[in-house]
């Protein structure tokens, strides 16, 4: 079976943390195991990812500091970390176009997938 974890990090925070040990678990249990991500932080050589591209990183970090903007928009008494998940960084054909036969989407906040995506 053929696994890609699509998570926004592979190491900051704990959803990433989470993502990349059940990444590590399953290479462990001898399953095909692919890990996708926006900021690669780890030496892995089965995380892809990390923004390389200088014009990509100007949207990186465009779009959210336009999703913070968004957000302080709106008015709420809760306090904790929102993403209105409106721009995404342009994977969607990617993922279309993979060979895994489950793709977990496990953290793709801070403007890593919009909903529309």
């Given at each position: 079976?053929?696994?890609?974890?699509?998570?926004?990090?592979?190491?900051?925070?704990?959803?990433?943390?989470?993502?990349?040990?059940?990444?590590k678990a399953l290479l462990g249990n001898g399953?095909?195991?692919?890990?996708?991500?926006?900021?690669?932080?780890?030496?892995?050589?089965?995380?892809?990812?990390?923004?390389?591209?200088?014009?990509?990183?100007?949207?990186c970090v465009l779009r959210r500091n336009l999703?913070?903007?968004?957000?302080?928009?709106?008015?709420?008494?809760?306090?904790?970390?929102?993403?209105?998940?409106?721009f995404s960084s342009g994977i969607v054909d990617?993922?279309?176009?993979?060979?895994?036969?489950?793709?977990?989407?496990?953290?793709?906040?801070?403007?890593?997938?919009?909903?529309?995506?």
């Amino acid at each position: 079976m053929k696994i890609l974890i699509v998570s926004t990090s592979d190491t900051s925070g704990g959803a990433s943390r989470a993502a990349l040990r059940l990444h590590k678990a399953l290479l462990g249990n001898g399953v095909g195991s692919r890990m996708r991500v926006e900021e690669k932080k780890s030496d892995l050589v089965s995380v892809d990812g990390g923004v390389r591209k200088l014009m990509a990183k100007g949207w990186c970090v465009l779009r959210r500091n336009l999703a913070v903007a968004l957000m302080r928009l709106q008015s709420t008494p809760n306090f904790n970390t929102h993403s209105p998940s409106v721009f995404s960084s342009g994977i969607v054909d990617e993922l279309n176009a993979t060979v895994a036969e489950v793709v977990n989407l496990h953290w793709v906040c801070g403007e890593f997938l919009s909903l529309k995506t």
